[in-house]
């Protein structure tokens, strides 16, 4: 089997059926789809039902990560990817992957492109993206989209590597640390393989940063939290004081924009993948429409 499609879902009925639709229809590829449930009380269930390849499970988790980590635990295909339930798989997606990776053997991470859309599917933008750099992604931010991101089984997942369950933000930005610290090759795909939903329930684009509601605070001081404890155990340190760690946070910070600039500016153009072009649903799906940013 070449892919194992983990689908991470609580009360995202409203999303789901879009999701289940992207992973059903791809074609070049085999592929299993592990609905990995935590207690949904909408429709969720009755919907998944209606997509047979899907195999359902409902229990209690500890979170996203924990669903995610049982969804590693039975995976049986060749290269893993989690797909949260709002997003979507771009039609071809698999085929391409399973091409790119017959021709570069030794990847352990296969990463690819995305596009945002909106709440009800609009297209949005394009996002170009770059090889790999462990400095960007803990300095600045984790640009690696799990939504496009395929884990080797057999490196990866056998190999013991999971999420950290007390991680609720940024888990794949640590996961991915961790594997560039164990050695692992990352491999980036200018292809855009997958949609990533904007909508008010994200729940790493929801924190409001400037709210002076103490619950808001706390949860926005708890995701810098995560992301300042990647780059204490995987970035730059120069101080055990945890004040002047963050100035120095704030001018790496601002290296590393500035490379993640430079990087897109100088990375290929990101192409839909062929078998979307090929079909053309509306014969303007290519070209000049897809702006990247």
């Excluded at 919907?47 to 969804?71: L, R, Y």
């Excluded at 989690?82 to 030794?106: C, F, I, M, R």
């Excluded at 760690?245 to 192409?271: E, S």
């Excluded at 649903?281 to 000049?288: A, L, M, Q, Y």
Aim: net charge negative; hydrophobic share 40%.
């Amino acid at each position: 089997m070449d892919f194992t499609v983990i689908t991470p879902s609580l009360n995202y009925g409203k999303y789901i059926a879009d999701c289940l639709e992207s992973v059903v229809s791809q074609t070049g590829a085999t592929f299993e789809h592990l609905v990995i449930d935590g207690g949904s009380s909408d429709d969720t269930e009755k919907i998944v039902a209606g997509f047979p390849h899907a195999d359902w499970t409902q229990e209690p988790d500890e979170g996203m990560s924990d669903a995610i980590n049982k969804g590693f635990d039975r995976a049986q295909g060749k290269w893993i990817i989690w797909l949260n339930a709002d997003d979507t798989l771009k039609p071809g997606a698999l085929a391409e992957v399973v091409e790119h990776a017959a021709s570069h053997p030794g990847a352990d991470v296969l990463y690819g492109s995305f596009d945002f859309v909106a709440e009800k599917g609009e297209f949005i933008r394009r996002i170009r993206l770059f090889s790999w750099s462990r400095f960007v992604s803990v300095q600045h931010c984790c640009y690696v989209p799990s939504t496009a991101c395929f884990l080797n089984k057999e490196t990866v997942i056998d190999a013991g590597f999971r999420l950290r369950k007390d991680f609720q933000y940024v888990m794949d930005g640590e996961l991915y640390a961790r594997l560039d610290a164990a050695g692992k090759t990352f491999r980036y795909l200018p292809v855009a393989l997958a949609e990533f939903r904007l909508h008010p329930g994200n729940l790493s684009l929801s924190t409001k940063f400037d709210s002076r509601d103490m619950d808001e605070a706390l949860k926005g001081e708890r995701q810098h939290v995560e992301s300042r404890a990647i780059r204490r155990v995987f970035g730059i340190t120069l101080t055990a004081d945890p004040y002047l760690n963050g100035l120095t946070d704030g001018i790496l910070y601002l290296i590393a924009r500035a490379l993640k600039m430079i990087f897109k500016a100088i990375a290929p153009h990101v192409r839909t993948p062929r078998e979307q072009v090929s079909s053309a649903r509306n014969g303007s799906e290519t070209g000049n429409q897809h702006k990247e940013s």
